[in-house]
């Protein structure tokens, strides 16, 4: 069996996490844009509603859609049981079931290299949007109806940040506090050694590496939250944004990569706004609308 057909890809156009249903289609056309599997695939059916109309269920917007969609996922893995897992979502929620899998199966083996604008270690009663959650119930903390899908809880040591800027107080103490490695983005645009440094002392054998395409600035990039036309300028002011560029992202995982194996990646956060804009537009037009 080859290498490739070993491995699952996971589509999951959830939205709910982020509580953003633009986060749907921009899964859905990063699925469309991505190199032909040569593997099994499989997608995650997720309940849409371009209105979002969700409400916070005990400390978690759309719980009641949320947890399902975690559960199909599990089980799609579990039908597979695949060496390594590609994940094309959706907001950064969708990486919980497959990176668990993952920590199951491969143990202290396994790192977390989580490149991304912000360190995902909310809980509940932080914030209502589950997909700021992710890491920390990925570490075994925050709402049971998240870390239930984890039986075997990452160490703080076996994750390493690449991008993570600007992060609020209660992110800054909790990554102090957990001694949690982080490569800024300074150092990605010069010389990045603290990765290889991390999957040397940490004895990383294998690694999924979670990609929220929110760690690209803003000005390099479009298809991102903080470029969203449809509200104010100063909507997101005080929230990180990415500092850098494609180009960044590649070398962050190429370095990665030429030190230790790749057995998952996660790919989140897309929100194509001239081509969803494009969309309703068509929609619109005699005989290509309803």
Same mark, same amino acid.
């Given at each position: 069996?080859?290498?490739?057909?070993?491995?699952?890809?996971?589509?999951?156009?959830?939205?709910?996490?982020?509580?953003?249903?633009?986060? $749907?289609?921009?899964?859905?056309? *990063?699925?469309?844009?991505?190199?032909?599997?040569?593997?099994?695939?499989?997608?995650?059916?997720?309940?849409?509603?371009?209105?979002?109309?969700?409400?916070?269920?005990?400390?978690?917007?759309?719980? %009641?859609?949320?947890?399902?969609?975690?559960?199909?996922?599990?089980?799609?893995?579990?039908?597979?049981?695949?060496?390594?897992?590609?994940? *094309?979502?959706?907001?950064?929620?969708?990486?919980?079931?497959?990176?668990?899998?993952?920590?199951?199966?491969?143990?202290?083996?396994?790192?977390?290299?989580?490149?991304?604008?912000?360190?995902?270690?909310?809980?509940?009663?932080?914030?209502?949007?589950?997909?700021?959650?992710?890491?920390?119930?990925?570490?075994?903390?925050?709402?049971?109806?998240?870390?239930?899908?984890?039986?075997?809880?990452?160490?703080?040591?076996?994750?390493?940040?690449?991008?993570?800027?600007?992060?609020?107080?209660?992110?800054?103490?909790?990554?102090?506090?957990?001694?949690?490695?982080?490569?800024?983005?300074?150092?990605?645009?010069?010389?990045?050694?603290?990765?290889?440094?991390?999957?040397?002392?940490?004895?990383?054998?294998?690694?999924?590496?979670?990609?929220?395409?929110?760690?690209?600035?803003?000005?390099?990039?479009? %298809?991102?939250?903080?470029?969203?036309?449809?509200?104010?300028?100063?909507?997101?002011?005080?929230?990180?944004?990415?500092?850098?560029?494609?180009?960044?992202?590649?070398?962050?995982?190429?370095?990665? %990569?030429?030190?230790?194996?790749?057995?998952?990646?996660?790919?989140?956060? $897309?929100?194509?706004?001239?081509?969803?804009?494009?969309?309703?537009?068509?929609?619109?037009?005699?005989?290509?609308?309803?």
């Amino acid at each position: 069996m080859s290498e490739q057909s070993k491995t699952l890809r996971l589509h999951i156009p959830q939205w709910q996490g982020g509580n953003h249903p633009a986060y $749907h289609f921009g899964a859905q056309l *990063l699925a469309w844009l991505a190199p032909k599997a040569k593997g099994p695939v499989e997608e995650v059916e997720v309940a849409f509603d371009q209105n979002g109309n969700l409400e916070n269920e005990n400390g978690i917007v759309g719980r %009641s859609q949320i947890i399902p969609q975690l559960e199909q996922a599990r089980a799609l893995i579990n039908k597979h049981q695949p060496e390594s897992l590609v994940v *094309l979502g959706g907001d950064c929620l969708v990486d919980l079931a497959p990176f668990a899998y993952l920590q199951q199966k491969y143990q202290d083996d396994l790192g977390i290299l989580w490149v991304d604008a912000h360190p995902d270690i909310m809980t509940s009663n932080e914030f209502e949007h589950s997909h700021a959650s992710v890491l920390r119930a990925l570490m075994g903390e925050g709402d049971s109806d998240l870390t239930q899908f984890v039986t075997t809880p990452i160490k703080a040591n076996k994750v390493m940040y690449a991008g993570v800027n600007n992060e609020s107080e209660f992110e800054a103490n909790f990554l102090a506090e957990k001694q949690m490695r982080v490569c800024r983005p300074d150092e990605i645009k010069s010389q990045i050694t603290s990765i290889q440094k991390w999957i040397e002392e940490e004895q990383i054998k294998v690694l999924a590496i979670h990609l929220d395409l929110d760690v690209i600035s803003a000005t390099s990039f479009g %298809s991102l939250l903080f470029n969203n036309p449809h509200v104010p300028a100063n909507a997101y002011e005080g929230i990180a944004q990415g500092q850098i560029t494609m180009d960044d992202v590649v070398k962050v995982i190429g370095i990665a %990569s030429e030190h230790t194996k790749v057995v998952g990646i996660g790919v989140a956060e $897309h929100l194509p706004w001239d081509s969803l804009n494009l969309k309703h537009m068509l929609e619109k037009l005699p005989l290509l609308g309803e």
